[in-house]
């Protein structure tokens, strides 16, 4: 069930304007009904940011997975009205095993240096750190927060946008942002609903539950908070929607 959590990481680190927002979200997929719900929570203050976002699993999702949770938290500093990670941390729990990736960045030496922490039953079983081979200001929260002002509005010609995040490291750091042309843009609205400021595609380049690329379709408020994503055509199932709560 990681796959779900990975959904709602990418989709809802983004926020964009506002200086402190809490919102709720609900994760459904197709026939089977919900799987799981998020709260996500920005506050920003003296030129620091903090983003926690909290995700469960629900239903028979909760059951099959070992009733698993997780928490991720970037902080760090602001430059130019834009979001700079100093550390993003990574916390899951599943039954007795704990799970803790912790992500430390170096800016003057451009360095991004990954601890992992396991525990069973209160005890480390692992306590192991290494270098990652690239360097981002950006953690994968930090990077969909700064997505307004990295990229531009839909135009004549579709625009892909490449970027790498601190705790995407599967795909080398790698994400793509598709921005739709103007002539585009009403197949998004068709997938999800009228009214939002932005419409764009994130592609993280890897599987994710059947989508061997994981693209998900996004739409985004004026004041950069995600209304609805969706993970298209998923065999059997339908599509995975991720929906902010009312």
Avoid at 66 to 89: A, L, Q
């Amino acid at each position: 069930m990681k796959k779900l959590f990975l959904f709602v990481t990418i989709v809802f680190g983004i926020f964009a304007y506002a200086k402190s927002v809490n919102v709720d979200y609900i994760v459904r997929f197709g026939v089977i009904g919900d799987l799981g719900r998020a709260n996500i929570h920005l506050n920003e203050s003296n030129n620091r940011y903090t983003i926690d976002i909290k995700a469960k699993t629900i239903g028979m999702v909760k059951v099959m997975s070992g009733d698993r949770t997780e928490r991720h938290i970037s902080k760090g500093h602001i430059v130019n009205g834009k979001y700079v990670s100093d550390s993003y941390n990574v916390h899951i729990s599943r039954g007795n095993k704990i799970k803790d990736k912790i992500y430390t960045i170096n800016h003057k030496t451009k360095t991004v240096v990954k601890r992992i922490i396991k525990k069973e039953n209160g005890k480390v079983i692992l306590d192991q750190s290494e270098k990652l081979s690239f360097y981002s200001s950006n953690d994968l929260l930090s990077m969909y927060m700064n997505i307004p002002k990295l990229i531009s509005p839909s135009a004549s010609a579709d625009k892909i946008y490449r970027f790498q995040a601190v705790g995407a490291e599967n795909q080398d750091g790698n994400i793509e942002i598709f921005i739709p042309s103007v002539s585009k843009v009403p197949a998004y609205k068709k997938e999800l609903g009228d009214g939002a400021a932005w419409y764009f595609k994130a592609i993280i380049n890897q599987p994710i539950f059947a989508s061997k690329r994981g693209e998900f379709m996004i739409a985004m408020d004026k004041d950069g908070v995600a209304q609805k994503a969706v993970l298209q055509d998923l065999i059997l199932f339908g599509d995975l929607v991720a929906r902010k709560s009312d």
